[in-house]
Structures are given as C-alpha cells and as structure tokens.
C-alpha cells in the first residue's frame, strides 16, 4: 500500500507499506522505520505520526488508523530530544571565616591601691555672744 508522509517543514513524499492485508496490517512502529529508510535525517526513534491530528501509537496499525492508500496522509513530527537536567553547578563555598583568638591566658595586674579619700573639711563656725 502506497502511503502519503508530510513533515512539517513541508516536505511530502510516497512510502510503500508492505505487510497482510495490503499493509493494512503492518504496525505504526514499522511505518516509522520505512519512513526512516526513505529519509535518513527523520529518525525512527524521535518520530511522532498523525493522522487526522491524533498521534499515532507503535502499537497501531495501519489499518486501525483509518489509513486506506495514497489519498490519506501522515503528518511526521520529530520531538526534540530532550537532554537530562544537567545539575547546577556547585555554589562556591564561603571564604573561611577568620580564625577567633582564643582569650590569652593572662594574669591579670594586680589593681593599683585606691588613693585614700579625701577627708570631708570640717566646717567651723564660730560662735558669737
């Protein structure tokens, strides 16, 4: 069965499903590798089908998917790859902290005396007769 594949970046050309029933039932997956022999730079492993603006599963068939010959068409959509998450680079660590002296072990200098208070000054007064 002739198979019409676009892509879209508007390329379109005719693909040969073979298998039972007139490739009727040949699986989506093997579709996808047919269209990746025809066209090298769509690969299978990337590649999403529609028709009819339903993604198509591997597990599909041809058939099952309402294809019937070269007036029905599939869409070929290739999904970017997606990459793992690359972790965050580490945060730099914090500059060391400036070593805390320990309190030095010293004696303390005796205190000098306290000078002696002064006397309060004695008021005198005089008496007068």
Known sequence: MKVTVKTLKGGKFVIDVVGGN??????????KK???????????A????????????????????????????LVCMIAKVKKPPT????????PPAAPVA?????????AAPAAPAAAPAAATTSAAP
């Open 87 to 94: 972790p965050a680079p580490p945060a730099p660590a914090p």
């Open 22 to 31: 007139d490739g009727a039932d040949a699986s989506i997956g093997e579709v």
């Open 46 to 73: 990337n590649m999403k089908l529609i028709k009819s603006g339903k993604i198509l599963k591997d597990t599909d068939t041809v058939g099952s998917a309402g294809i019937a010959g070269p007036t029905d068409f």
């Open 102 to 110: 320990a309190p030095a072990a010293s004696v303390a200098a005796p």
């Open 34 to 44: 047919i269209i990746e022999i025809a066209n090298p730079e769509l690969p299978a």
